[in-house]
């Protein structure tokens, strides 16, 4: 199985394979969701499932009870609120968080100065996670990279700088992290941290500083410390430097596609597609 280094690789992963998923699209009655949905169906990569009904909950329970039944695949968030359908999501009754498991977005960027797929989580769910809701992050990322064929991906757990500090208590937590990933908890892959984005992405930048680091600068994973940290780097790769985004929330018993707002037509169907991906 081939690395994807970009999004269009991404496409033709899905398109390649013989399995054809099915997304549970919850009142997609916008229109950059009903333009990324029309893509999807047209290109033959999956069946849409519309889940339509005049009060929100309902659609967003009718959907994850299609999950629970095995009769879809993605869960997609159209025009509802994401509290919505959450709510059904997280039901403890008839919901589709399997217990144990933490709710975590992870988004997947292609940046014109970077010569591969950056991952990173968390930009819309956790706001300050806890060690352990960590160490979920760290799995389901590098559970998603396997999946899309990166067999060792390199995962750095950020932070402004290369240590910690009394201000900063969670980065005690980091050792535990890379203690647990050398012990082979994550699968096969490399952990490291704590390092700021550029020495986790730029051998030079790790160079300059004097660090040495099994990633070597080419982080394919990077576990931001808060929800602010994520967003603000979310917003920042696709509004200054005109990154391509996807992103999707892990944990759940499929994955959930919970588009921002304000996320066009071409943002939205790259989520589905690493939705898509994900399950191949």
């Given at each position: 199985?081939e690395?994807?280094?970009?999004?269009?690789?991404?496409?033709?992963?899905v398109?390649?394979?013989?399995?054809m998923?099915?997304?549970?699209?919850?009142?997609?009655?916008?229109?950059?969701?009903?333009?990324?949905?029309?893509?999807?169906?047209?290109?033959?990569?999956?069946?849409?499932i519309?889940?339509?009904?005049?009060?929100?909950?309902?659609?967003?329970?009718?959907?994850?009870?299609?999950i629970?039944?095995?009769?879809a695949?993605?869960?997609?968030?159209?025009?509802?609120?994401?509290?919505?359908?959450?709510?059904?999501?997280?039901?403890?009754e008839?919901?589709?968080?399997p217990?144990?498991?933490?709710?975590t977005?992870?988004a997947?960027?292609?940046?014109?100065?970077?010569?591969?797929?950056?991952?990173?989580s968390?930009?819309?769910?956790i706001?300050?996670?806890?060690?352990?809701?960590?160490?979920?992050?760290?799995?389901?990322?590098v559970?998603?990279?396997?999946?899309?064929?990166?067999?060792?991906p390199?995962?750095?757990?950020?932070?402004?700088?290369?240590?910690?500090g009394?201000?900063?208590?969670?980065?005690?937590?980091y050792a535990?992290?890379?203690?647990?990933?050398?012990?082979?908890?994550?699968?096969?892959?490399l952990?490291?941290?704590?390092?700021?984005i550029k020495?986790?992405?730029?051998?030079?930048?790790?160079?300059?500083k004097?660090?040495?680091?099994?990633?070597e600068?080419?982080?394919?994973?990077?576990?931001?410390p808060d929800?602010e940290?994520?967003?603000?780097?979310?917003?920042?790769l696709?509004?200054?430097?005109?990154?391509?985004?996807a992103?999707?929330?892990?944990?759940?018993?499929?994955?959930?596609v919970?588009?921002?707002?304000?996320d066009?037509?071409?943002t939205?169907?790259?989520?589905?597609?690493?939705a898509?991906?994900?399950?191949l």
């Open positions: 199985m690395t994807i280094h970009t999004l269009h690789e991404l496409k033709e992963r398109a390649n394979s013989r399995r998923l099915r997304i549970a699209a919850v009142m997609p009655d916008d229109e950059a969701s009903q333009t990324a949905l029309k893509r999807i169906a047209d290109e033959r990569l999956a069946t849409v519309n889940i339509v009904n005049e009060q929100p909950d309902v659609a967003a329970q009718e959907a994850v009870a299609l629970r039944q095995g009769e695949d993605v869960l997609m968030k159209g025009l509802i609120g994401t509290d919505q359908l959450l709510r059904a999501v997280l039901n403890k008839t919901g589709i968080l217990q144990g498991h933490v709710l977005h992870l997947a960027v292609e940046i014109p100065t970077y010569h591969k797929l950056l991952f990173f968390d930009a819309a769910v706001p300050y996670p806890t060690h352990e809701q960590r160490i979920e992050q760290v799995r389901y990322a559970n998603v990279c396997h999946g899309l064929g990166i067999d060792e390199r995962v750095a757990l950020t932070h402004c700088a290369e240590h910690g009394k201000q900063f208590p969670f980065v005690d937590g535990d992290i890379i203690q647990m990933a050398h012990d082979g908890a994550f699968g096969r892959c952990v490291d941290g704590p390092m700021d020495t986790a992405c730029s051998l030079e930048a790790l160079h300059a004097h660090m040495t680091s099994p990633l600068g080419e982080a394919d994973v990077l576990i931001m929800i940290a994520g967003n603000t780097l979310y917003k920042a696709t509004f200054f430097v005109e990154s391509k985004a992103g999707m929330l892990c944990g759940a018993q499929c994955p959930v919970l588009p921002s707002r304000g066009d037509a071409e939205k169907y790259s989520s589905i597609l690493l898509l991906g994900s399950l």
